[in-house]
């Protein structure tokens, strides 16, 4: 009898990265506020006229839940937004960003702190933690305007990255417009 095939034998250190970069981006659409609880009968809404710039390098990938999603090619760092309109009009921002912070084992970081983004008030948390074991790097944004919310996040793998993915979040961040 022939032994079952190894389909993972291919996974390079890179393609392994990208795999579990995709697979806390999906663990994360669970657990994020913008995606606890879909509306029944129908999508959440959410805003469509508000805009980002792609990061120098970085390509766009495939949307998995997001608005937006772009994955550096060489270190498989992911920097992804999502909103969500409405629906969590009146929680509180800190309340709804530990939310995602609740599927990261481990996380451990700076207390949040408040940032001003698009001419709006918002939290920021950084940090490390572990998923299914494996150690990740967290740099996290959520902010709300004319009743939506919106969640920008990095996620990174690649420690020797972190610094220059932290320093392309940043200017990420400042290119944010939301009309």
Not at 156 to 162: E, F, G, I, K
Request: aromatic letters at 12%; glycine letters at 6%.
């Amino acid at each position: 009898m022939k032994p079952a095939p190894n389909y993972f034998s291919c996974l390079t250190k890179r393609s392994s990265g990208i795999i579990i970069n995709l697979f806390f981006l999906g663990l994360l659409s669970l657990a994020a506020c913008s995606w606890l609880i879909p509306e029944p009968g129908g999508k959440d809404k959410k805003y469509k006229n508000y805009q980002v710039e792609r990061p120098l390098n970085w390509k766009k990938t495939a949307k998995a839940n997001s608005d937006y999603a772009f994955i550096h090619p060489s270190s498989a760092s992911i920097i992804f937004t999502n909103s969500i309109c409405d629906k969590y009009a009146n929680a509180r921002l800190k309340d709804l960003g530990q939310n995602i912070l609740r599927s990261v084992d481990n996380f451990s970081g700076g207390h949040p702190q408040k940032v001003s983004l698009a001419k709006r008030e918002g939290w920021r948390w950084t940090g490390k933690g572990f998923l299914d074991g494996a150690p990740v790097n967290l740099d996290y944004v959520i902010l709300r305007k004319n009743g939506c919310v919106f969640d920008l996040v990095l996620i990174n793998t690649d420690h020797d990255q972190w610094k220059d993915d932290q320093t392309v979040f940043n200017k990420f961040l400042n290119t944010l417009k939301i009309p």
